[in-house]
């Protein structure tokens, strides 16, 4: 508790909370949470007092620790007030590098860009985004440490924006658009529809297999169709298994089904490319602590993540979602992958 409740925490419905502690008879030193401190036995006498909160922050023990019952309201409190102590110091860094960043994105950043880069801005952007929503929570359910808070909360949400409008630039919009074209696509039909040529397992169902994978693999991911021509391939690889005969003519059939499909999702893209914005809600997704392992898991997918990015025109932190200006086709994917928020309503609106 010393370490988390420092003198400028405000304490709110806690501030009077007596706390048991022991201190030196001399009446100096810090306040202890247990005789076997370190600090506490180079003293001839030790004796116990209570101490309401508000008194005793800024003068508790850092080594020690005070044992309360798990439920008791003040351990909830405490790990509240413990996830809030790093946004400071990040908040105060994120000044800095909003700077940083202010003066890069300006600079034209191509797609040679490494995805090893597209990767650590998107990390970036998702961890910074998600310590302000953790701590609009921590806000709405102890709501005196919100203008302790909000200074904080300023600069991070610099550091958001520009994240995201650095991460925007190296990213391709009508990649985007041409993925979730592509998930827009009715599927090839199956009875009477094309089939792989050549012996082997060609049938129109290895088609719709090698389809599922490339629509799947397009609406995923940020790199638009081109990544669904290997998801599609693997597809007809996985259904031959050893057998090589007939392989490559079914891969040379399948190459060029792929060219129409991306025909296909291009051209409707180009119909909605210049076409009317509509406005949506979406909500951001906080990060999931990974269980068993390192960091976090996060349920955000690259594409959902990009359009989030490109269309964002607004953010709203206390309700954890943002606005964004989305051509049609944009918008009915999110919509299919649930992330819109008020789907039902939005969609009537924009029907009539
Ligand atoms: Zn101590």
Do not use: K
Request: glycine residues 10%; charged residues 20%; aromatic residues 6%.
């Amino acid at each position: 508790m010393g370490q988390i409740f420092a003198a400028d925490v405000p304490l709110g419905s806690f501030q009077e909370l007596p706390l048991s502690c022991l201190r030196s008879s001399s009446g100096l030193g810090r306040l202890h949470g247990g005789a076997d401190c370190g600090q506490l036995r180079s003293a001839l006498a030790v004796h116990r007092l209570e101490v309401p909160l508000m008194l005793a922050v800024g003068d508790l023990c850092t080594h020690c620790a005070w044992p309360l019952p798990g439920e008791h309201p003040l351990v909830a409190f405490a790990e509240a007030a413990s996830s809030l102590t790093p946004l400071r110091a990040r908040a105060d860094a994120a000044g800095d590098e909003a700077e940083f960043l202010a003066g890069t994105v300006t600079q034209p950043a191509g797609r040679s860009d490494s995805d090893a880069e597209l990767e650590g801005q998107r990390r970036r952007w998702r961890r910074l985004q998600a310590q302000l929503l953790e701590s609009h929570t921590v806000t709405a359910a102890y709501p005196w440490l919100a203008s302790w808070v909000e200074p904080m909360r300023t600069g991070l949400a610099g550091a958001v924006d520009c994240t995201r409008r650095s991460l925007a630039s190296l990213l391709d919009e009508a990649a985007l658009l041409e993925a979730a074209c592509a998930a827009a696509l009715p599927a090839p039909a199956l009875e009477g529809g094309p089939a792989l040529v050549g012996p082997g397992p060609g049938g129109p169902w290895l088609v719709q297999e090698a389809w599922a994978c490339w629509q799947q693999e397009c609406a995923a991911g940020w790199d638009g169709l081109e990544a669904g021509r290997s998801a599609a391939a693997a597809a007809v690889y996985q259904a031959f298994g050893s057998r090589r005969r007939g392989r490559a003519e079914a891969l040379d059939a399948l190459d060029r089904l792929v060219d129409d499909w991306n025909t296909q999702a291009r051209a409707l893209a180009a119909q909605h490319a210049a076409a009317c914005r509509y406005p949506v809600t979406v909500d951001l997704l906080p990060l999931v602590r990974a269980h068993g392992e390192e960091g976090e898991e996060d349920w955000l997918t690259y594409w959902e993540a990009g359009a989030i990015v490109v269309y964002q025109v607004a953010t709203d932190w206390s309700a954890g979602s943002v606005d964004l200006l989305v051509p049609g086709p944009v918008s009915d994917q999110l919509l299919r992958s649930g992330r819109l928020t008020g789907d039902a309503e939005d969609r009537d609106r924009r029907g009539s």
